[in-house]
């Protein structure tokens, strides 16, 4: 499998908006990732939250500006690029899938527009799972 075949079906399923109905509940699905999924997922948010730039609050979410480049290179020496951060976005959108997702990319790949938005209680639980101050 090519990086192209992985790639584009990623990004038209992320750069769909489809905002989650009003009243939907916000329940993480934790049995929707196996265990190294689960371990994979984490070690990814942890890059991106080290990546972050800027977050701007958006009304029904926030936008986060990554700078790709403030994160060290893979074991391989490989740079952490927009497939990881699309790699993250779905195996978060499997625990999580009230919420809606859509990658910007610029300058070359080197930074990157992530906005996490969803329903009326989606905010609230991105504040406080971003640790962002209200």
């Known amino acids: ?23 939907e509940p916000l329940v993480c699905r934790l049995e929707a990732l196996s265990p190294s999924e ?10 991106l939250r080290r990546a972050v730039t800027e977050t701007s609050e958006l009304p029904t979410g926030y936008t986060l500006t990554l700078d790709l480049s403030r994160l060290p290179a893979d074991a391989k020496g490989l740079p952490f690029c927009v497939v990881e951060v699309a790699e993250w976005v779905d195996l978060e959108s499997r625990c999580c899938p009230f919420l ?12 990157i527009t992530l906005r996490l938005t969803g329903g009326p209680d989606v905010k609230r639980f991105l504040r406080e799972e971003l640790g962002l101050k209200k």
């Open 1 to 23: 499998m090519n990086l192209l075949s992985l790639v584009v079906p990623l990004v038209f399923a992320v750069g769909v908006p489809a905002s989650a109905p009003v009243g």
């Open 38 to 47: 689960r371990e994979r997922h984490q070690r990814l948010a942890e890059a």
């Open 100 to 111: 809606d997702f859509e990658i910007f990319l610029r300058d070359k790949g080197r930074h």
